[in-house]
């Protein structure tokens, strides 16, 4: 089950993006790239929307989504929510072959409300841009607060999130996707603690997000300050 899944249903991304750093001779610009993973969240209107985190196409002038069966195909971020590092991109159907069309599948979502601590996770991405990678792990904290924003719950595993897991699915045992990976939240000081967006968290942010550039600041419900 998880191999067709994470065939199917999970994306590589390329992206390359612009960075500006303030030097003794002024602001110099610079282009990189990075790797990361999507997951196939819904198809219309001929449309292929892919979820991500916000991190991983920010500040992006080029997207390129890696399918199972090896194909590429350029992409446009559809919108992006910064506060909960959410992201969906928008591929044109039209670019694909029959036989790609044929391979992927959107993907099984789970009720992450119902997760406990204890059951089995799995995490799979891109890890380190190498390719499809697996990880596999347990629930240790069904919600906790992330650090640097109150509003955002995570949930908590030890299975390992590393650089290009971003934006790539946490299963249960099921193989449905109970949230989005994202190492945005994670610390190199610690191991064993990987952090991912709760799908009752994302879905409603990621309906919003298929129907618009971005979420409106009015719109992002916080209080402002972390009590300690």
Avoid: C, W
Wanted: glycine share 10%; proline share 2%.
């Amino acid at each position: 089950m998880f191999h067709r899944f994470r065939s199917r249903s999970i994306v590589a991304i390329d992206v390359t993006a612009q960075t500006t750093t303030n030097t003794p001779f002024g602001a110099q610009t610079s282009e990189g790239t990075g790797s990361a993973s999507g997951i196939i969240i819904a198809q219309k209107d001929n449309k292929m929307y892919i979820a991500t985190n916000n991190h991983v196409v920010e500040g992006a002038t080029s997207v390129t989504i890696i399918f199972n069966d090896g194909s590429k195909v350029s992409a446009t971020v559809k919108g992006t929510d910064s506060s909960t590092d959410l992201a969906v991109v928008e591929v044109d159907m039209s670019k694909l072959s029959d036989s790609t069309k044929k391979n992927i599948k959107i993907a099984t979502i789970g009720d992450s409300k119902k997760t406990k601590v204890g059951e089995q996770a799995i995490a799979i991405g891109n890890a380190l841009g190498y390719g499809t990678s697996v990880t596999v792990g347990y629930i240790s904290d069904r919600e906790i607060d992330a650090e640097d924003s109150a509003s955002v719950k995570l949930i908590q595993t030890d299975a390992a999130i590393n650089p290009g897991n971003s934006g790539g699915a946490l299963v249960n045992s099921k193989g449905e996707v109970i949230a989005i990976n994202s190492s945005k939240f994670a610390s190199e000081e610690v191991e064993g603690m990987g952090f991912a967006i709760p799908m009752a968290t994302a879905e409603p942010i990621l309906e919003e997000l298929m129907n618009q550039k971005e979420v409106a600041a009015n719109n992002q419900a916080y209080l402002g300050i972390t009590g300690r």
